[in-house]
């Protein structure tokens, strides 16, 4: 069964540090784009930083300068290092990755998502 398992949220205060993690796993042959979207209560998700396959990396404007966004190919695992965290940060967090599949179906998966709030 295929999965992605997301780790590293929680609470922290305006200006703090946090670090997602997301691994996949089961039946996968390869994986190409990664990324992590959020969800802020009454909003709709949004795409927060995506990464390719080879490297190359998109942001939302409002999080560039401040996230960054990484993968390890031999872990199938993407990363999200968020820095001078603002309470308009506060969202569900979900990682998404494109994955062919050993069974030669690719597809969308999702994780269960992480809980990050930014607040004093």
């Known amino acids: 069964q295929l999965q992605l398992v997301e780790s590293g949220g929680g609470l922290v205060q305006p200006g703090g540090s946090l670090r997602l993690s997301c691994a996949a796993s089961g039946s996968i042959f390869s994986i190409n784009g990664m990324g992590w979207y959020r969800q802020a209560p009454g909003k709709q998700r949004e795409l927060v930083a995506a990464i390719t396959s080879g490297g190359d990396t998109n942001y939302a404007d409002s999080v560039k300068g401040r996230f960054t966004i990484s993968r390890d190919n031999a872990k199938n695992t993407v990363y999200l290092q968020m820095s001078s965290l603002k309470p308009e940060d506060t969202a569900v967090y979900y990682c998404?990755?494109?994955?062919?599949?050993?069974?030669?179906?690719?597809?969308?998966?999702w994780g269960q998502g992480t809980q990050v709030t930014v607040s004093s």
């Open positions: 998404n990755a494109n994955i062919y599949t050993m069974l030669r179906h690719r597809g969308d998966y």
